[in-house]
Each structure stands twice: as C-alpha cells, then as structure tokens.
C-alpha cells in the first residue's frame, strides 16, 4: 500500500516545534517552523528548512542570521498564528502582541518569552526543490523563565507537549 508524503509526516509526528525571528528594525518577523535538528555539537550548528513560498527566506538572506525559541504552552496560539499567515502582508510582532528583546550577537531580535532561545548566523544555504535548507552556527543559547516544549502534531495540524514517563524524574 502507498501512502502520500503528507501522510507520512502525519505518521511521523511529532515534530519539535520553534519560532524563528527574522529581520531587523522595521522588517521583523516571526514563523512558525517544525522542520529543523541539531547538525554539529563543535562547533554548535542546526538546520532549518524554510518553504520557498513564505517570507522568512528573504529576511534571512538579507541579514545572514536569525533566532530560534523552543517554547511552552503559554505561546500556544500566538505561534500557531504565525504559521498561518505571512510577514509579507501581517506585521505579526504587532498583531500577536509579541514582546521583543534584543539578541547579543546578531541584530535581529528575540522573543521575550521561551524557554531557550538561540543566536544563530547562517553557514551554508542549499536548495532543496520547494525548500531551502539552512544551516547555522549557534553563536548563543539563552535559558527562559518559560518550561517544555511544544511540538507540531499531526504535520502542522497542532501544537501540544509530549507528557513525560511516570520513572524519567
Ligand atoms: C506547526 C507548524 C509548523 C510549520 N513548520 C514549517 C517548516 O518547518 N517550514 C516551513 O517553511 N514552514 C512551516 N510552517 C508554515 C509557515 O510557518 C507558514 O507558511 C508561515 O506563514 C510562513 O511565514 P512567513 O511568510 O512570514 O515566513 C509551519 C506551520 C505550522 C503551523
């Protein structure tokens, strides 16, 4: 029996989920992204794999960096948000009622509320048909007052936790 490839990444999920903020000053922005992963530890690297269709590829390439940020329930909605609409025609910074702080080694902003939230300067930048694929240096890894990880369930269906076993303490 075949199956499409979009429901296999239903069957494969969960899928570790991040906001990513891109841009600087006027032209800020925040996405929704659950295709991403680790890649080096020496030096500190990931990946993330940005649609050619979305703005967020735009405002990478015209800086060189962005920001990452694992985060918790209380965002829930806000970042379901900012995976259904773009940076191009919703100022979503505004809109969401997000509360931005500076980075320290890149220009484009953080969101003020994560449980981690990285620095990241682009590496290398790969075409991958309908995709793009990013890898970046982690410059800086911040640790929030926020707790747990929401992950994407179901493709982009929605965002929950993965409750912990019982023994893992
Ligand atoms: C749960 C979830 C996960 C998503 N993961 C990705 C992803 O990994 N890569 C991607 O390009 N888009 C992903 N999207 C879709 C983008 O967030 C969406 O297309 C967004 O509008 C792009 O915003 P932008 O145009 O401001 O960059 C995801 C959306 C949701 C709701």
């Known amino acids: 029996m075949e199956i499409s490839i979009s429901e296999l990444q239903k069957m494969t ?7 990513i903020t891109s841009g600087e000053g006027e032209n ?3 996405m929704a992204l659950s295709w991403w992963t680790f890649v080096s530890n020496k030096p500190p690297m990931l990946a993330i794999c940005l649609s050619k269709k979305g703005y967020t590829h735009e405002l990478i390439d015209d800086t060189g960096e962005f920001g990452v940020h694992v985060i ?16 191009r025609s ?8 997000f509360l931005m702080r500076d980075a320290e080694k890149i220009s484009t902003k953080l969101i003020s509320e994560y449980t981690a939230a990285l620095e990241c300067r682009v590496v290398s930048k790969i075409e991958v048909s309908d995709h793009l ?23 982009y269906r929605y965002l929950d936790t ?8």
């Open 90 to 97: 919703t100022d979503k910074i505004k809109e969401f009622d």
């Open 133 to 155: 694929l990013y890898t970046a240096e982690i410059l800086k890894i911040h640790r929030g007052s926020d707790t747990g990880q929401l992950f994407a369930w179901e493709g």
């Open 162 to 169: 993965i409750p912990k076993r019982q023994d893992s303490e």
């Open 13 to 19: 999920s969960p899928n570790p989920f991040v906001l």
């Open 72 to 87: 918790g329930t209380r965002l829930r909605e806000k970042a379901m948000k900012c995976g259904q609409c773009s940076g």
């Open 28 to 30: 800020s922005n925040i």
